[in-house]
């Protein structure tokens, strides 16, 4: 770990005592979202410190000119920016004519901030002493309601400790706003209007280039000890600015409070003509609630929500913090809502990585979705690459292929790929083989066939016809082989046979093939509907099967494992235990060249093909491939600690899954990549959750069954989660010494635990 201040605790993130170099990271860990928008945990009142301001609004973005040195053919033309959107939470205050700023405040005590993930809010509370010589108390909260997406509410109180005040609040919106991550340092914003009514405030802008047009607004009304307040404010209109003045005399220890309601409403979702009228009827809707019943709404919003996600730990806060958060966060980004939309790695906390959709979504995403929520959730982000399949045809074409191969993008916003480093757009192509295995997942999870013969065949034929393009067939080898790849491990480029993704190459045609056969058999007119649009002959899948049993797997005789790719061995294998410690992150200390030619692993590509295709191999070659892979990696990769964990936890090795389980669960609470201040990993975070369902849970699939095979770390008394199986909610409780299973639903559930069969009926405890 690289830092430590965030205290232990059940339900919330805590910070107490106001350091500087402190303030990005907590902008990063505070952050708060409802799927809709989201913002960094930044100050409301003016800071003048080192500060990364940030608000996105979801499906918003820029396409950024491409900036390379050397130009490529095929090389997408844009890096889609994730937007820092108007800024609508600010509220400058000033105290006898001097701002409160705390950064230059002459002392500031007893700051505690807090991130409540139970209730869904986020408040401080302050003591500082300004230069004039006024101590004033502040306590904020604020929250974006999960129940009205489009609305974000701040209570902002300040009493004045020594002396009267008279106390300026000056809520403000602000269009002319920069992106932390731009290219070129473009223009991203044009804003197109600036008006005010009475207390409401509305700036409309649109993007450059993509054109969303969007309109933030707010309103406030102030309050002396709770108690209304009429006061005309003084305004001020600017090119991209709007604010109002708030001034009061407030005596001694009285309470001066506002409460600002804001947001925005965007032309996804409204007429682009009407967006202030909507913006207005927002603001009704919020105002007529006000801030304390919406905050009741939306406690009990999130209640709903931790019914079921939730994972319990007993005797061991760091890690149940370390759980709610990663759950938190999920939840925070997206819902399940919007069909156009998906799950950023950085979600609504940062602008780094830029996109919005990786495979992380397909690979780690969609278990924790499939089993938290509704199974309409998990199909909606299958189908969101159902709708992408014309343009990865696309994006194919320009790489050369033909005959409808699809080359799902690396990094995207609209289908369109949007990754501008060679190694990660045109060779980290195993992300064809991820959306092929979360359809795959997602049907042996859920029961639900539909989904292949109403859309999922498509993109499977798409991905096969691909795959069987982009092999070779080597006549030193009599195989099919596949060149010049980047693999989940990143720390290699450029290399040949890939063992991750040519297995995952191999099973991806097999796959489709399989149902082919089965819907043409049993799903006749999706059949002839699908071929007559895909053009599919016998020959090219002849071909294909040709590919697919002569695909090279590339093996070593002399360690018996398969080799992560085929000059794995030509490298000085130094064990990352006999690396000087100085050196790590390698990512931050090494140059590239250095990085490539060395045998550490960011993660390991050879493990994570295991993890997917787990029943295709025995537990003596896991452990033999674990212990060899493991001594490599250096996990710097956010994706990486959760599958060790799981592995670890199958070979009983428990210390080691807990050990990877903290690592994975407290990656950004403890910062242990030394990188938090730009962003959370919100995709790494539904592996935290896997690491103990399927880890110390030990859940699986088996037999068309769910498996269990419960484990407990001895750090800890008891856990417990609930997973939705096929429309029928289970609660497992894991102690030291029984497993107990309860289920919520009409029909018995067959299940295995430790391979022996199990029988649960509805509203029953079951003891093992």
Sequence with gaps: MNQNYIKPNNWSIIEEGFQTDRVKSSESLFSIGNGAMGQRANFEE????PTFQGSYIAGVYYPDKTRVGWWKNGYPEYFAKVLNAPNWIGINVEINGEQLDLFTCKKVENFKRELNMQEGWLSRHFVATLKNGITIEVITKRFLSLELDEVGAIQYSLKPINSDAEITLKPYLDSGITNEDTNWDDKFWDTTNVIHDNHQAFIEAKTMKTSFNTCTFMESQVFINDKALKIEPKINVEANYVSFSYKHQVKQNETYTIHKFGGYVIDTKHDKNELISAAKTVLKTALKAGFNTLLEDQKTAWKVIWSMSDITISGDVKAQQGIRFNIFQLNQTYLGRDSRLNIGPKGFTGEKYGGSTYWDTEAYCIPFYMATKDQKVARTLLEYRYNHLAKAIENAEKLGYSNGAALYPMVTMNGEECHNEW??????????????????????YTGDYSYLPEKGLEVLIGIARFWHQRATFSTDKNKYVILGVTGPNEYENNVNNNWYTNYLAQWCINYTIENISKIEDEYASDFTRIMNKVKLSTLELAEWKSVAQNMYIPYSDKHNIYL?????????????????KLQLPINQKWSWDRILRSPYIKQADVLQGFYFFEDQFTDEELERHFDFYEQFTVHESSLSPCVHSIQAAKLNRMDQAYTFYLRTSRLDLDDYNKEVHEGLHITSMAGTWMSIVEGFGGMRIKNNQLSFTPKIPDQWEAYSFKVNFRNQILKVHV????????LEGEAKLQLLVNNTPVSILPMHLVTI
């Design 735 to 742: 102690s030291q010494t029984e497993t107990k299973f309860e």
């Design 46 to 49: 003016h800071y003048s410190g």
């Design 564 to 580: 992560q790719q085929d000059g794995f061995l030509d490298k000085e294998l130094i064990t990352v235990k006999d690396l000087d």
């Design 423 to 444: 190694e990660i757009t045109f060779e980290e192509i195993h992300r064809n083989g991820a959306i092929a295995f979360a359809i795959y997942n997602y049907q042996r």
